[in-house]
């Protein structure tokens, strides 16, 4: 499944050359992004790119699906939208209640959702996730049907406005990047290295002395986290913060996302990102073929193209990614 | 007459359409366990075969002016022909890999089938006319029972029973018992297994039409219909624990049952109560009521 990078002389893992070359590549394109394409529409991609990342921490390192990751992130674009918009929190403050927001729910499920393995872990998620819909549809601060609307951007540190899209653009790289390095740094730490021998070997790492199920929790928190932060950011980007971030559909997307630029791979679940995103932009005015041509690229991912297309191709080049 | 400060007749209909609602619960959870018994897969697709039945209801009224009556047989038949090739065609590739796919794969195919839906018929509900045998109803004394509710609960109850008898009680069903149990060994003994997946699968979703053609009359039938009873499915199977077909029959009916309880006491948590259930069995008793503890 997931390669493994260079052992440093320390013993432990460092970057690559080739991870570093992508890094670079990774910083390239965002830097120039915004200049090519509308950049509301790379946040978008970044914001997505985060989320998918999140899941595939949990996902590619310790085999685990959830299928509500979508709470989380939809959650903490409410929590950043109440508190910049009632609160009138700065930008840095509504991102940061965001990621706490999502912390401590996923502190709270995860430790319920880890008493399950396999199968039943993805329907323990997605049954936790529809509950904070159903929350999310009655509770009297997210607006019911209409969401929470024009939520201001502010400014950051109550000094740089982020009105204009190029100046929002900037924070959202600079977040995104972060934490990609940090996403990076956990899956190449010799607790990522745990994960994964949990992963393979359940019972081994059990016997070697791990207690198993503290990491799977602490994997659990630190991805909701993730989504947390990239679904704060969304709201705060947008603007908006809706049902539809915390329904299935949306843990269903970011599967097809991880699924699609290959869970074995770090950096595959932001190509899926982009494409699924490219291909909402594509079929918008399709109506319902949105969901039938995802539905198909999910079978066909499952059927003839499991390594997802970064995996593929990492394969045929023999590179590590 | 008040009990708990609740007038008889608000908490007796609201326990009717709970146990209506657990009698939804039950055979669509009865066919995620037999399906996942011997195929090993969470079929995620099983909302969109309930909405098919219960379009299927419909379109058979519509264009060949077919009764409810006949609508009960022949759609769950024709969907579970449809299940059989399904089968065939498209999970027979994936047995061999880790569950997750088959859950991953399912949802995709239930998103392609309730695409198409939206497509041709549109987001909103479609009225289904109640046939004339189910209208009006019986007035207990405490309350006013509709015909077709309690159609519903006898027809589902009915339908348990027999799976559960031929499953339990007949040589097919030990034959797919010990196919769940040793495929291998089973297929030595001269049973054709693969057959018998076949028709597991398409029997299982067949269920899952029964119910959708139950459904037509008393809810409003369009393509979202499954999406979200699916997901309130999947808790009551981790409740019951998939490991046994009188486990998910129960657990469906006495769920509907808390749920109705619950929207007369406190009816904002009435979408809720099952999930909090869920999360208290995954404290006690992770592998469900009537799970096999691993």
């Known amino acids: 499944m997931t390669t493994q990078p ?36 790379v946040i978008k991609v970044l914001c997505f790119g985060l989320f998918a990342l999140s899941l595939n921490l949990m996902l590619g390192n310790l085999g685990l699906l959830s299928f509500g990751h979508a709470a989380y992130f939809g959650l903490s674009s409410y929590a950043a939208a109440h508190a910049a918009k009632v609160w009138g929190f700065t930008p840095e403050f509504a991102l940061g209640f965001a990621v706490l927001v999502a912390v401590v729910t996923g502190a ?49 540190f109550g000094l740089f406005s982020l009105q ?3 100046a929002l653009y900037a924070l959202v790289a600079v977040v995104f990047f972060v934490a990609v390095l940090a996403l990076y740094r956990i899956t190449w730490s010799p607790f990522g290295q745990v994960l994964r021998a949990i992963r393979d070997n359940e019972p081994r790492a059990i016997s070697l002395g791990y207690r198993v199920d503290r990491y799977k929790w602490t994997v659990f928190v630190l991805a909701a986290g993730f989504a947390g932060l990239a679904g704060g950011l969304k ?22 996302m991880v699924m699609i630029g290959g869970m074995a791979t770090f950096f595959g679940p932001l190509i899926g990102a982009l494409l699924v995103i490219w291909m ?20 066909a991912c499952i059927l003839v193209f499991r390594k997802g297309l970064l995996g593929t191709i990492a394969d045929r080049l023999g590179l590590k990614v | 007459m008040l009990i708990f400060g609740i007038p008889l007749q608000l908490l007796s209909t609201q326990i009717l359409l709970g146990l209506i609602n657990g009698a939804f619960y039950a055979i669509l959870s009865l066919g995620l366990a037999i399906i996942f018994g011997l195929l090993n897969i969470v079929n995620f697709a099983h909302g ?16 060949f002016a077919m009764n409810y009556w006949l609508a009960l047989l022949v759609v769950p038949l024709t969907i579970g022909l449809l299940g059989c090739v399904i089968e065939r065609l498209i999970l027979r590739r994936i047995y061999d890999l880790d569950h997750l796919y088959g859950m991953i794969l399912t949802f995709g195919m239930g998103l392609v089938i309730v695409g198409l839906f939206r497509n041709q018929y549109g987001a909103t509900g479609l009225p289904y006319s109640m046939p004339a045998a189910l209208q009006g109803g019986y007035n207990l004394g405490f309350m006013f029972l509709p015909a077709s509710r309690a159609f519903v609960i006898l027809a589902s109850v009915a339908v348990c029973l027999v799976t559960w008898l031929v499953i339990e009680k007949t040589r097919l069903g030990s034959w797919l018992r010990a196919a769940t149990e040793k495929p291998e060994l089973t297929e030595a003994f001269g049973i054709n297994v693969p057959l018998l ?9 067949a269920l899952a039409g029964f119910a959708g053609v139950l459904a037509a009359p008393i809810y409003s039938v369009n393509p979202m219909m499954g999406s979200d009873l699916i997901i309130v499915v999947f808790a009551v199977v981790v409740i019951g624990g998939m490991g046994s077909i009188s486990g998910a029959i129960l657990t469906g009916f006495m769920l509907g049952l808390v749920e109705g309880v619950t929207k007369v006491f406190w009816p904002q948590a009435s979408t809720t109560v099952i999930f909090v259930i869920m999360a208290i069995v995954l404290l006690i008793r992770p592998a469900g009521l009537f799970g096999k503890q691993a």
């Open chain 1, 6 to 41: 260079e052992i440093t002389a320390a013993g432990l893992p460092g970057m690559s050359a080739s991870h570093r070359n992508l890094f670079l590549l990774l910083l390239a394109i965002v830097a120039v992004a915004p200049f090519l394409a509308y950049p509301l529409l």
């Open chain 1, 108 to 156: 709270v499920f995860g430790a319920l959702c880890v008493r399950r393995q396999g199968i039943y872990f993805a329907m323990v998620t997605l049954a936790f996730a529809q509950m904070i819909y159903f929350f999310s549809l009655q509770a009297p601060f997210t607006g019911g049907e209409d969401g929470i609307q024009n939520v201001p951007r502010g400014a950051l």
């Open chain 1, 164 to 166: 204009s899209d190029m």
């Open chain 1, 235 to 256: 709201a705060i980007s947008f603007q908006l913060a809706s049902l539809t971030d915390v329904y299935w559909g949306m843990s269903g997307e970011v599967v097809l």
């Open chain 1, 280 to 299: 909402q932009n594509e079929l918008a005015a399709f109506g319902a073929w949105v969901t039938i041509v995802q539905g198909l690229v999910f079978m």
């Open chain 2, 48 to 63: 969109a075969f309930y909405m098919m039945g219960a379009f299927g209801a419909l379109l058979m009224l519509d264009h």
């Open chain 2, 197 to 205: 997946i076949t028709l597991t699968y398409g029997f299982g979703v």
